[in-house]
Every structure is written in C-alpha cells, then in structure tokens.
C-alpha cells in the first residue's frame, strides 16, 4: 500500500495569510496531482507535477515536487476565502492502471 | 466539452438491497475508476475499467462489482448493501494510462 499523508489534517486561517499543505509518502511516484473539493462535490483538479524538483504556479498557488518524488507542497500566498475546501493530493504510483493513491486531506477554512 | 456525469447524484436504500451507479466519462477517455469517499476512511480506490476490461481492484468484498461499456460508460454495482456502504461514490475518467484523472460529482449513497 502506497501511503500518502497529509499535514497539517485541519487549518483555519485568517483571509490574506500565508499557508503550506505538506504530502509526504515513503513510496516513488511517477506524477502526483493536487485537487480541491468542496463539500458534496467530486475532486477538482488543481495540478499534476511529474518531475522530481518542479515547481509549478497557479496564481496564489505554488506547486512543489520533491526531488526524490516521494513528496510534494502545496503554498498559498494571502489566502483568500474562495479558498476554502478538501485539499487532497494523489499519487500515481506507475501501475499497469489508473490506480491513484490519495492523501488523507487537509480541511482549509479562511475566515474572512 | 462535457465532464465526467455521474447518476443518480442521491440515493437511499435499505440495508440488504442493491444499488447500480453509472457513470459516463468524458469524451473519448477510455480509461473509468471508482472510489469510495467516507469521513473516516477518505478516497479508497474501489476499480479500475479500460476498454471493458477490469485493470486493477482495490481491498472491497465481493458485493462491489463494475462494468463497463463499449462505449466507456461505466456501472458499479453494490449488493446485500451495508450502513457501512453510505458514502460519496467517485468515478473519474482518464484518456489513457498514467495520464490525469477528472472526477465527477459523486453519488451520495445512504444506506438505512
């Protein structure tokens, strides 16, 4: 079982602070994916970082791939409360399917 | 381009009965996977289907079974249902292998 966790599991920040979602996991990945979902909704893709070291931006959103691709951050710069949901990341760990391994999820809320 | 649809969005049913989810993905994707969302346990992959064939299955007993079309549209199946079956069932799509998963809005199942 390819084990992803997320830190911290619940964050509750001021609108306009600055906050980081780790996902760390001890197995490789060939690409891992962030996604947002709000309450009662499917999984919205956010990203998907493939190489070891990239960073990838988003707006407010900052996307990092460790080198060893075993984990992966998530920053947010002056969050903003459009920002509040389910972050979740995936990682696929190069089966012969589309089997995703997710994250345990981090709960962000932004008080306006 | 349409997403991935997912229905019914809500059901109840009683303990013992069965339930059939579908789920149509996006256009021209051939490859259609399951999961099961709980508060308690998270994303658990259920299946995978790729070109009507089953690639990959997750750890869920027996009364978890799928299907899926030659058009990619793809069935779940859940029999002799459990309280324990109540959660968001997730299906996503993918265009290929180890390429990225979009998901639906799930079908809230209620198991009473």
């Known amino acids: 079982t390819q084990l992803l966790e997320q830190s911290p599991q619940f964050l509750s920040i001021q609108e306009g602070e600055n906050l980081t979602v780790y996902c760390n996991s001890s197995?490789?990945?060939?690409?891992l994916q962030w996604y947002r979902q709000e309450p009662g909704e499917g999984p919205v893709l956010l990203v998907t970082?493939?190489?070891?070291?990239e960073v990838k931006k988003l707006k407010r959103l900052t996307f990092q791939f460790g080198d060893a691709r075993k984990d992966s951050s998530l920053h947010i710069t002056a969050a903003q409360p459009g920002d509040t949901g389910l972050y979740l990341c995936?990682?696929?760990?190069?089966?012969?399917?589309?089997?995703?391994?997710f994250g345990t999820g981090t709960s962000l809320t932004v008080i306006p | 381009k349409a997403g991935v649809t997912q229905t019914p969005r809500y059901l109840i049913k009683t303990r013992g009965q069965q339930v059939t989810l579908s789920c149509s993905p996006i256009?021209?994707?051939?490859?259609v996977s399951w999961y099961q969302q709980t508060p308690g346990q998270g994303l658990q992959f259920l299946f995978e289907?790729?070109?009507?064939?089953?690639?990959n299955k997750g750890n869920f007993p027996g009364r978890f079974s799928g299907r899926q079309f030659s058009n990619s549209r793809s069935e779940m199946n859940v029999s002799t249902l459990e309280l324990g079956d109540s959660a968001l069932y997730l299906c996503a799509s993918s265009f290929d292998l180890n390429t990225e998963a979009f998901f639906g809005q799930g079908t809230r199942l209620t198991v009473v």
């Open positions: 995936a990682g696929d760990g190069g089966d012969t399917g589309n089997q995703f391994y």
């Open positions: 970082v493939v190489t070891g070291g």
């Open positions: 197995s490789v990945f060939s690409s």
């Open positions: 256009s021209g994707h051939r490859s």
């Open positions: 289907y790729f070109s009507e064939t089953q690639r």
